[in-house]
């Protein structure tokens, strides 16, 4: 692709969620400190949420790297699952043989003397669970009785949910009270500001591997911003389409025409009420 004509080593803006290309915005610094403290305290259940596009995968992907012993973490990408399966996953991520078929009952105590085991070594076991949205109201439940393991002078597990605004509508609901009440921190990522969004490509091309002079204009990198309403997906999205055009042009710096193309090309970008004046 461009990667040669731009001097990358690799593509900068994939939509993987890639730790190697994290920027410690202000949102995510404010929301990855909220949940280090929040952990270190021993509260029970920590809540992100944040609009698609937000970096909430990535954010818990850093957190997950960045939990280092005594910490031991156990994670679950797609929480889709009935109670009985999300208590089987818990346990593969916990290092225990579970039967699929062992009673739910059976593998709690497991799971209980597996925390129990990890806590007298003085590990301390958090479960992220992200895209928290789509968690079934009866895993919901499930995670909550998960959380009821304790000691005498501690819980055994904490837990932090990762998910879209419709996670607070689910928690709202008057039989889930239980587990709201439960959520003593809770940060809500917000989208990154203009200059932040400058900040952001740059730090993700240097990452790849770029050197050279700014290659996006200023004008490049303020349309990007308000096309994106600066959302890190659209973002990559958009700067990724406008290198493309640059690169077909055999141009060596992005400019403004270049992003407006990719807009055009990109149905959920600028549809913000300004998109006229960025382009005008």
């Known amino acids: 692709m461009y990667e040669a004509h731009f001097g990358f080593r690799e593509l900068p803006f994939t939509l993987t969620p890639n730790t190697h290309f994290y920027l410690n915005a202000a949102t995510h610094q ?109 895993t919901i439940e499930a995670v909550r009785l998960l959380t009821n393991l304790e000691t005498e002078s501690r819980k055994l597990l904490q837990v932090v949910l990762f998910g879209q605004p419709e996670l607070d509508v689910l928690l709202d609901q008057p039989h889930l009270r239980q587990l709201k009440q439960r959520i003593t921190f809770q940060e809500r990522l917000q989208p990154l500001s203009r200059d932040e969004v400058a900040q952001y490509v740059r730090h993700r091309i240097s990452a790849a591997g770029y050197n050279g002079p700014d290659l996006f204009d200023s004008k490049a990198l303020r349309a990007i911003a308000h096309s994106s309403g600066g959302i890190p997906r659209l973002v990559n999205i958009l700067s990724h389409k406008a290198l493309l055009a640059a690169y077909g042009e055999g141009a060596r710096q992005v400019r403004r025409a270049h992003v407006k193309r990719a807009v055009n090309d990109t149905e959920s970008a600028g549809r913000l009420p300004w998109y006229a004046g960025v382009f005008g």
């Open 30 to 138: 404010r929301a990855f400190q909220t949940v280090k403290v929040a952990l270190e305290s021993l509260e029970g259940f920590i809540k992100v949420v944040g609009e698609v596009g937000t970096g909430k995968t990535l954010l818990c992907r850093a957190l997950l790297g960045a939990l280092q012993s005594p910490f031991y973490t156990a994670y679950i990408p797609n929480p889709c699952l009935e109670p009985q399966d999300l208590y089987c996953v818990v346990a593969r991520e916990l290092d225990m043989d579970v039967a699929p078929e062992s009673r739910t009952h059976v593998v709690l105590d497991q799971i209980q003397t597996r925390l129990i085991e990890l806590a007298a070594d003085g590990r301390q076991v958090v479960l992220l669970i992200d895209e928290a949205q789509a968690l079934p109201e009866a």
